[in-house]
């Protein structure tokens, strides 16, 4: 149940978001802060969605 949660939370993440490429380029002049953010983002999430299998599978045994 925690992992549809999880992925609900970041397909409604993906959605509201969509728009910061542009939005930080605007600001910056450039795309290259919005892929060092984005790429940020993503260890983050990977890091989050590996911490949620390894308390799912902890808690199913």
Partial sequence: MMILFTSSGFS???A?????P?????????Y????IVFTLF???TLAVVQSTY???RRSAV
């Fill in 42 to 44: 993503a260890i983050f």
């Fill in 32 to 35: 290259a802060p919005a892929h």
């Fill in 16 to 20: 509201a978001f969509s728009f910061m």
């Fill in 22 to 30: 542009g939005a930080i380029a605007d600001l910056t002049g450039s």
């Fill in 12 to 14: 409604g993440a993906q």
């Fill in 54 to 56: 390894r308390l799912e």
